[in-house]
């Protein structure tokens, strides 16, 4: 008798879905028959689901039971998701489940936009973040924001996954920092740089390997996180081997000597002691970076070699020239 009754229900049930499911944006059933319902979900072409649906033997007493797949979304978010809508078909016990179900996965599609990025947002949670740091999801808004802190200097982010991420790079925006401007300007250029290489294919093809979107925000928290605000205000000059910056950001060094230059390799450097590196020999073969041997570019010291080595032969000769006038004076 119970079984005719269960039987009877889905038959039903799986009429109802029928007809209903054609008019509802977003979902495409694929089978509709007693032993399964399949449908997929999808948001857009990022936000996808295929939800697999089967009754169980006391329907429609019990919840239904739910295997979710997704061609981009992460296992682990489907397997959640999972859960989740099993917990939701519990509040149905006793009612037809299967349509309100469908209906609430594309709704937490729409509402959890940062779904696309799950497990880039754990990595960051787990791997560059710290306790006096702060992250913030706004799924809503599809925002994440981050308070990142290194001894006194701290940098707040807000960064905004578009619908169609990964195809689209996230978007970065540095709410605040006390780092000094030159350091500001330079950690949010190359963050955009490097999300920016994320979705463009270079200019110089490589015809062996095609082009592959790859997701950007990791890229750019690794950069931004670990290797800029986590790392400068540990690092020391590697000229006069004290610390770069400021050890208090409010007394940021004043003078032109105390400035701080970027260089190509990324190590810092005090304005007056790069300077004077760079005026001294030997300067055959370039000057490299005492930190990591790489040679120095640098706009402001961009002179050749040989113009160097003749400066500083004119300064020495100057030099002799004015000890021996001192010398000539002291006879
Ligand atoms: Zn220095
Ligand atoms: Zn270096």
């Not at 390997?209 to 670990?226: A, D, G, M, R, T």
Request: positive net charge; charged residues 30%; proline residues 6%.
């Amino acid at each position: 008798m119970a079984t005719e009754d269960r039987d009877s229900v889905i038959a039903k049930e799986l009429e109802d879905i029928q007809s209903r499911v054609p008019s509802i944006d977003g979902l495409k059933l694929i089978a509709c028959v007693p032993m399964l319902v399949q449908a997929s979900i999808t948001k857009n072409e990022f936000k996808q689901v295929t939800a697999n649906i089967q009754f169980p033997p006391r329907y429609p007493h019990e919840p239904i039971m739910i295997q979710m797949k997704s061609r981009r979304l992460e296992q682990k978010f489907t397997d959640k998701l999972e859960k989740i809508c099993e917990d939701e078909a519990k509040k149905w016990i006793g009612a037809r489940q299967v349509l309100v179900i469908l209906k609430f996965i594309r709704t937490f599609l729409e509402e959890n936009s940062l779904c696309v990025c799950s497990e880039e947002i754990v990595y960051i949670k787990r791997e560059l973040i710290k306790d006096s740091d702060e992250i913030k999801l706004k799924q809503k808004t599809s925002q994440i924001f981050l308070k990142i802190n290194q001894n006194n200097y701290f940098m707040n982010l807000t960064v905004e996954v578009p619908d169609i991420y990964p195809k689209q790079q996230i978007k970065i925006e540095l709410t605040e920092t006390n780092f000094p401007d030159l350091l500001r300007v330079n950690f949010i250029a190359q963050a955009k740089e490097l999300a920016r290489q994320c979705v463009t294919p270079p200019l110089l093809k490589n015809t062996n390997q095609p082009f592959e979107v790859k997701p950007s925000l990791k890229v750019v928290c690794n950069y931004l996180i670990k290797d800029c605000v986590k790392r400068y205000p540990l690092e020391n000059c590697p000229i006069c081997k004290s610390f770069v910056l400021a050890e208090d950001p409010k007394n940021e060094l004043k003078g032109r000597k105390n400035q701080i230059e970027r260089v190509y390799c990324g190590h810092l450097f005090h304005n007056g002691c790069l300077d004077k590196y760079m005026k001294t020999p030997p300067f055959v073969g370039g000057k490299k970076c005492p930190a990591c041997d790489k040679k120095i570019y640098h706009e402001k010291w961009r002179v050749s070699a040989e113009v160097m080595e003749n400066r500083w032969a004119h300064k020495q000769a100057k030099q002799r020239e004015l000890e021996e006038v001192k010398d000539f004076m002291n006879d």
